[in-house]
């Protein structure tokens, strides 16, 4: 009785409840916004065939977020660096291959795990550096590099937008780790420098096109299709919304109405009530997951937690923005909503991470503190 209990001390009870409300509206959504694309357009006449599959991606990445949150998250202190070169090898392969994607059974976008390979390494990165990354040589310039090849592998996929999340989070993770000021404007000024560069040599011509039909002083007179259309049903919903089954805008937005475009058929269909629901939640996943980081039993587990929640709260805000045409185009699911199972498995397995750390199990010893190269 005394292990079950000491299993369960400090686990963080909200958070399941959360990202299940997250899920239940996601399926409800997917199944309304899919299902005539579904029967009309593919798939042997059937409605549910989005709505069945992402049940499917569910149920197994509900399975991989208890096994990972029964692991203590040490644990993946002492395989960052194996889990950094699975990732750069499936980050290789697939720009050899000319795919952003690997199809066994079903398509499996390594961009996804890249995510959450990331923050472990750079989360164990940084802890063995300590003090340290206040000098350059040891911080912030090698730390600039590490995000730079990453970023610049997702890129390469193409996926802009993957990797910006990637650079953002592990930025936010380099300012808790103890960056200074200073370090972060000489970060901001080489990224962007760098980003610039990735753009022009590894992205595509469309990348640059939906950022000129976004930015209102370009001269582009085609609108930005998804944040206009998108933004046009969120308006349409008022406050109540239309009724599910009812968008006008899923036909128009179709085959993005289930994923890029979930959250605007979801403000049209439920209304401003609906869509306010969805924002609470994910600031009730922001809160509990800085939540679980602040208390944290050591450095690599804030940094877990942190980083976590930043890239799940910064995908969730792009998404938004994108369906509000405040931001150009960017091809992000909305988090636990939008169909797509390589990132709900992804996200899941990053709630499983939190809880691992809201445990804080006391099971491993830290006596080592080998450097993280």
């Known amino acids: 009785m005394k292990r079950n209990l000491n299993i369960m001390r400090g686990k963080d009870v909200a958070l399941p409840f959360i990202v299940a409300g997250l ?6 959504m997917i199944y309304s916004a899919s299902q005539y694309y579904a029967y009309q357009k593919l798939y042997n006449n059937n409605p549910a065939y989005f709505f069945t599959r992402q049940c499917a991606f569910g149920a197994l990445g509900l399975i991989a977020m208890v096994i990972v949150a029964q692991i203590d998250y040490r644990w993946w202190q002492r395989l960052a660096i194996p889990v950094m070169l699975v990732v ?5 392969a697939v720009s050899v291959l000319g795919e952003s994607r690997f199809f066994i059974g079903d398509s499996v976008q390594p961009s996804e795990p890249s995510k959450l390979g990331a923050i472990i390494y750079i989360a164990a990165w940084l802890v063995s550096k300590g003090d340290r990354i206040e ?4 911080g912030v310039i090698p730390f600039a590099i590490i995000t730079g090849v990453i970023a610049g592998l997702i890129m390469a996929q ?29 970060l901001g000024v080489f990224g962007s420098a760098t ?4 753009i022009r040599t590894l992205g595509q011509e469309y990348q640059a096109g939906r950022f000129e039909d976004w930015w209102p002083f370009s001269g582009a007179q085609r609108g930005g299709w998804l944040g206009v259309h998108s933004s046009a049903a969120l308006r349409n919903g008022g406050f109540f919304g239309v009724g599910l089954g009812q968008s006008e805008g899923a036909p128009i937005l179709r085959p993005l109405a289930h994923t890029d475009a979930i959250f605007g058929i979801l403000g049209e269909e439920l209304g401003f009530v609906g869509a306010l629901l969805v924002l609470g939640l994910f600031a009730s996943l ?3 997951g800085y939540r679980i980081a602040m208390h944290a039993s050591d450095q690599f587990g804030m940094l877990l937690a942190a980083g976590v929640t930043t890239q799940l709260v910064i995908q969730a805000a792009i998404h938004v923005g994108v369906c509000m045409f405040l931001f150009p ?8 909503v939008s169909y797509g199972g390589s990132s709900l498995v992804t996200s899941l397995v990053g709630i499983g991470l939190l ?17 993280t190269l």
């Open 23 to 28: 899920m239940l509206l996601g399926l409800i």
């Open 88 to 92: 750069l090898l499936m980050l290789i």
């Open 135 to 138: 000098q350059a040589s040891y």
């Open 158 to 186: 193409p996926d802009l937008s993957t990797a910006l999340i990637v650079i953002v989070t592990t930025v936010v993770m380099f300012f808790i780790a103890g960056a200074q000021v200073k370090q972060l404007v000489l």
């Open 195 to 198: 980003l610039v560069v990735l």
């Open 286 to 288: 922001a809160y509990r």
């Open 329 to 336: 185009e960017t091809g992000v699911t909305l988090p636990f």
């Open 355 to 371: 809880l691992s750390v809201s445990r804080g199990s006391q099971g491993l010893s830290l006596e080592w503190q080998e450097e």
